[in-house]
């Protein structure tokens, strides 16, 4: 069951987003060659618990982190800690915020320095095709019609969509139904409603779409060791379509 908000709810919701696109300009600015990801979490957590938020991953299945960040290979839950960003870099910044009781979930993909043509070009489709999903979040839509969206756009350029991880509902839940695969027929699944709010978020790897844990039981990398990118917002339906309240 897709568990619908009530506008009081949206409400509750954009000002939980609201607090986290602050904080993802935030660590955006900070970013540069040198810096740690260990640092990029502090300033995250200081700013988000100062704003009344909580963060959102902190303690979630034992998550120890404010911020997923995956750099390069790494295509999502890297764990901050001392290693240096370093030029050329591409890295990934996924936060979660909850604020009245409800999340909000985004992420944002940096350059570190100045980065390689290929790196730039896989940033550019990712976050094109995380647009075209969020355009599909609208009323009368089936589910199935973002997945389509988002596929077409690694089609067209060759690159490989991660299977096992897919965008979700959310709401008092990170993770509430439905799965939001990133790949899919159109004109499947449920009927879209004003009042659901989902997270989108495609993941795209330069090379194969397969993937591997790492022994820290969180990172998850290419299996080839080639590029992966990711980006995140958290969008609801509206009567007037898909309002993105991490934007
Ligand atoms: N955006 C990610 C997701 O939706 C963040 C979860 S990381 C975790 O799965 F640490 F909280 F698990
Ligand atoms: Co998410």
């Not at 696109?21 to 935030?26: F, K, Q």
């Not at 699944?189 to 009042?195: D, M, R, T, Y």
């Amino acid at each position: 069951m897709i568990k619908l908000k009530a506008d009081s709810e949206v409400e509750l919701m954009r000002q939980s987003a609201a607090i986290l696109r602050e904080t993802l300009l935030m660590v955006g600015e900070l970013i540069k060659p040198g810096i740690t990801t260990a640092e990029l979490d502090k300033v995250a957590e200081e700013f988000i618990r100062s704003s009344g938020g909580e963060p959102g991953f902190k303690g979630y299945h034992g998550y120890p982190a404010t911020l997923c960040t995956s750099i390069n290979e790494q295509v999502v839950h890297g764990i901050p800690g001392p290693r240096e960003l370093e030029e050329g870099d591409l890295i990934g910044i996924d936060c979660g915020v909850i604020k009245n009781d409800y999340y909000s979930d985004s992420t944002r993909s940096f350059a570190v320095g100045k980065i390689s043509s290929e790196a730039e070009k896989l940033m550019k489709i990712t976050k094109d095709a995380l647009d075209s999903g969020l355009d599909k979040a609208r009323s009368g839509n089936h589910l199935s019609d973002i997945s389509n969206a988002i596929q077409k756009h690694a089609e067209e350029n060759g690159y490989g969509v991660v299977r096992e991880l897919s965008g979700h509902g959310i709401g008092k839940e990170l993770h509430e139904e439905p799965q939001i695969p990133n790949y899919g027929s159109p004109g499947r699944g449920p009927i879209l409603e004003a009042g659901m709010v989902f997270a989108i978020e495609p993941m795209f790897n330069e090379g194969t779409e397969e993937i591997k844990t790492l022994k820290d039981g969180w990172t998850i990398v290419t299996k080839d060791g080639k590029l992966s990118c990711h980006f995140e917002d958290t969008v609801a339906i509206t009567k007037n379509g898909p309002e993105i309240l991490t934007r």
